[in-house]
């Protein structure tokens, strides 16, 4: 079976929700929409103080170059255009919406009758997932369309999508290819026809069987798309580390998938797409896994963006008893979250819930060269070396050893027989070593 | 529910630790602690226990009234390297001599080093090799086995190991069809019914450890591949050159402490290489060094030699073989 070659680890699963079918979460009272959402520059806010907005409307505007609109999710008044503490704590621009009722704007189609045709040009394919602020769904929230605008001189042959799925206990990309597959085939035929390209790839790991099954009958009704199972292997769902899964192209350093012929996107982004092109939709909602051993209902909720993190863990009977930790993501690289006040975001994948003994790491020992950070590391660097380089604060070291290469999957710090936190300085590296090439 | 914690990630961890790896290097032990004890009796378990005994104890005082910090016998390295100690002497060694070893082990060659994973050279090694120096006599008159319950009433009595009865053969002008006579056949070599310290008897026992620690991924191939190739291709060649003033590769892998050595000492994670090219380099330098020592050096044996000399090219080794980096580099002008 298919795999990346260098590197990787194989946490234990936890695919608690995988059978639980998508729920949709009921509107909330209040939505908190980030300015700041997606890689890049942040939007610019077009609606003020006590505006009436309804669900679909956009309120703020992506204008620089990398950047994305945003959609109210709800209709309702905005309450603030203020600073709001985001998922990780920091203050962020943010509009507060109050809503009232759920009234949509019109030429959204809401029926799920499944939309075939493809209307659109290629031009006008990429101005519309523009104007309906799609962003990559994976985590990075990279906007979707300017991947879509190759550049003069580029040679492109395969979309890759990614329905890998890798980290443990998430199963939104799972019950999406499920439940919407046929919507996400469209979608991802939507994203050739803007690229320009006559195949696609969707890699999806083999604990996954059924959708793999699934979609590989549903891909014998569509031109040029290819199903393949992928052994199970963190981390999969790298970009990079899919590509060379794949189609067998290393993604040099420093370049992006184009450089090797490829674009890289995720099943949800297909969905998104689609419900963007074909139904006039923008990004106001997602899939979220909503899990954790100790949570009475591991969940699948579809929710709309700015919905209070409270709203979703109510939704599957509370927090649980022992609860020491929550995590925005998986755990191999999600971010822990200060409180449930914070609000779902457009990269938000999964919300997990850490029981107290799970939460803590294993005390610190000395590193025993056992190089088993070497052996697993994907993009086959060197995590002992680097993190001793930022312990020394050897940050030009660092540079030299590559360590803006980290794709900061973790498989590192996860394998050491020591406990080590050898992300956490790798990290460091990464912020000092971008300071000393940002300086030169 | 108490405070919720805040950490960066991974958040879950794999079910590594640092005792988790030394005691299955210990188990791995197991069948060359047996073997050793069936073949030299409860000597060999007198000296296993001392040397233990001792290194733990050396361990702890540092630890506990030098260091005053937190005491860790209970990782199981400072047992590994009583064993592995105790492996590279004879059974008949007195107790004052294993406790000078010990000594030299754990309070030279590791804590003075700032403990496990800051030493540079191998303990075990360092200890045998500094015992080989001080005390010739007491480290090189060997016991011949006297397996339990065999009957045989040798008691007390010594002989050379296969090597030495090479090695002396051979510095008097005698051929190695005369030589071989004297020597046990690789049948003999293979289980352990011969001459030799406690830990070189059975190859058989230690590859039984070895296997283990493959299986559970404690050590990788490439120290034990290119160690042991390169053996066989140095030793080869000379073979096959002039069979009457070398022996065979066979008789090198099988006798003293090749086994021992490219098994339990040169895989060292704390003394070796970290990237697998590393690995490699170094296998081939303690194999080649290990041969030039046997053929032509002062010593009978050369391993415990070569692999400390390899130890001390490490952090060059190191500095010089990067693991493969993913991508091709594209340098920036």
Partial sequence: ???????????????????QPIEVLSVPKRVTILLGQNLGASSKPVVNKRDKVKVGQLIAKGEAFISANLHSPVSGTVLKIDDVPDQ???????????????????????????AKDIKLSKEEIVKKIQEMGIVGLGGAAFPTHIKLMVPEGKVLNVLIINGVECEPYLTADHRLMLEKGEELLIGINILMKGLGVSKAIIGIESNKADAIHHLKELANNFLGIEVQSLKVKYPQGGEKQLIKALINREVPSGKLPLDVGCVVSNVGTAFAVYEAVQKNKPLIDR?????????????????????????????VEGLPEDTGKIIGGGPMMGKTMISLNAAV?????GILVMREKESSRI???????????????????????????????????????????????????????SGRPLLDYLRVDK???GEIMRNR | MSLLKISGSPHVHGDNSVKGVMYGVVYAMIPAILASIYFFGLDSLKVMLVSVVACLLFEYLIQKYLIKGEVTITDGSALITGVLLAFNVPSNLPVFVIIVGAFVSIVITKMSFGGLGKNIFNPALVGRVFLLMSFPVEMTSWPIPKPLFSGKVLDAITGPTPLGILKEGLDVGKSVSELSQQLPDYIT???????????????????????????????????????????????????????????????????????????????????????????????????IITMLIRIWGAYPEGVSFAILIMNAFVPLIDKGFKPKRFGERIKNG
Wanted: with cysteine; proline share 5%.
């Fill in chain 1, 287 to 315: 899939v979220v896994s909503v899990t954790g051993k100790s949570v009475r209902k591991p969940s699948n909720l579809l929710v709309r963006i700015g919905t209070p993190i409270s709203d979703l863990i109510e939704k």
């Fill in chain 1, 88 to 114: 990780v704590g920091y203050n962020k621009a943010a509009i507060v919406i109050d809503v009232d009722g759920d009234e949509w704007v019109e030429g959204i189609v809401r029926s799920s009758e499944i």
């Fill in chain 1, 363 to 417: 005390a610190v020992k000395n590193c025993i060269r056992c190089a088993k950070c070497v052996s697993v590391c994907p993009m086959g660097l060197s995590p002992y070396l680097l993190a001793i380089y930022g312990e020394q604060e050897r940050y030009e070291d660092a540079g030299l050893e590559d360590v803006m290469d980290c794709i900061e999957c973790g498989s590192c710090h996860y394998i050491c027989p």
């Fill in chain 1, 1 to 19: 079976m298919k795999t990346f070659k260098r590197g990787g680890v194989h946490p234990e699963e936890n695919k608690l929700s995988e059978n």
């Fill in chain 1, 345 to 349: 975001i457009k990269g938000t994948s």
């Fill in chain 1, 431 to 433: 912020v000092r070593v």
């Fill in chain 2, 189 to 287: 070599e293979l289980l352990g019914n011969h001459g030799g310290s406690l830990g070189e008897v059975s190859a058989i026992a230690l590859l039984i450890g070895a296997a283990y620690m493959l299986y559970r991924k404690i050590i990788t191939w490439h120290i034990p591949t290119s160690y042991l190739g390169s053996v066989i291709i140095f030793s080869g060649i000379l073979w096959l050159i002039n069979p009457e003033l070398y022996i065979n590769p066979l008789f090198h892998l099988v006798t003293g402490g090749m086994i021992l050595g490219v098994f339990f000492m040169a895989t060292d994670m704390v003394t070796t290489p970290m990237s697998p090219k590393g690995m490699i380099i170094f296998g081939l330098g303690a194999g």
